[in-house]
């Protein structure tokens, strides 16, 4: 995820780890970003998982999570400075970020949410 | 707007604030723990919708239930988030604005921010006045619904809350208890704003675009 932000981020360089990016990459970032939603609901569209099921389900899912983390590092990362800013805010951030996705997917996998024999929660 | 100049908003030695063991001020400490707490908030509103949102109840008793997506305008969410999503980018760009110490350039990035954000929770009022009026789906109507609406109907709250500070800020500039010499008070403010971006991202994908 890094190597790719990197690559399409070209306006952040080295000299900008220092002092944060210029008002120019911002906009670029922006584009970015507006970029990945346009292709998220794209996809999101596209023919090929009308019926999805296993697999392709699986796919469908995954490249919208993927682009939605995308999306949620280069905000958090260059739009909050966590990328620049003293490490022990990302730690903190991140950290609680992870705690949280990790309790609710215990939660959600209790309730047998994932399972394709009984989506959701039955009372 | 410059090109050359350099943003410098989040130095983490900052000299506006007394020292700390931290070398942040507690005000930022504070804003990102309280950012941390929030994670765990929308968690388990996303966790509850993601429980209930197969939980929909026909129309008509013995017809159909009609799955949420189907309900949904995708191309309309799409330009909300789209303007959210720009909203940062003003976000970011009044902060760097102050930085530099231009104060003109600080009120319009941020009135242009608030603007923007009264522009997501119109379109939020609408989409549900929709989803109500016309279609009937009202918070009562079935556990998918009350779920929707109570996670973003949060996120709506914490926008506006965000669009509050945002005013607040842009009157403070005024009164000149805002200006280059404290750049943390937006750059705090700002943090905010882009948590409530954040939270958008994640909603929008697991609510309106996976079905």
Known sequence: MTDVSANDLQGVTDAEDHHGPTDRSFVRIAVVLAIITAIEVAWSYLPVWDGAEGAKMVAEIGGLLLMMMLKFVIVAGWFMHLKFDKPILARLFYAAFVLAVVVYVAVLAAFEVFSTATPGYTP | MSDAA???????????????????????????????????????????????????????????????????????????????????????????????????????????????????????????????????????????????YALTGFHGAHVTIGIVMLVTCLALTFSGRVNGDNPETVEIVGLYWHFVDVVWIVVFTLVYLIK
């Open chain 2, 6 to 148: 350099v943003a410098g908003v989040t130095h983490a030695d900052h000299a506006d604030h007394p020292p700390t063991s931290t070398g942040l001020s507690n005000e930022k400490l504070g804003m990102w723990v309280f950012l941390g707490s929030e994670c765990l908030l929308f968690g388990g509103l996303i966790s509850t919708f993601l429980l209930y949102r197969s939980k929909v109840l026909p129309d008509i008793p013995g017809g159909t239930a009609k799955p949420l997506h189907e309900t949904f305008n995708i191309a309309f969410t799409s330009a909300s988030s789209f303007v959210l999503l720009m909203s940062s980018l003003t976000m970011v760009l009044a902060v760097s604005a102050l930085a530099q110490r231009n104060i003109r350039g600080t009120r319009i990035w941020l009135a242009v921010t608030a603007l923007l954000g009264m522009m997501f929770i119109s379109g939020q009022v609408y989409e549900f006045y929709e989803f109500v009026n016309v279609n009937g789906y009202g918070l009562t109507h079935s556990p998918a619904w009350s779920a929707f």
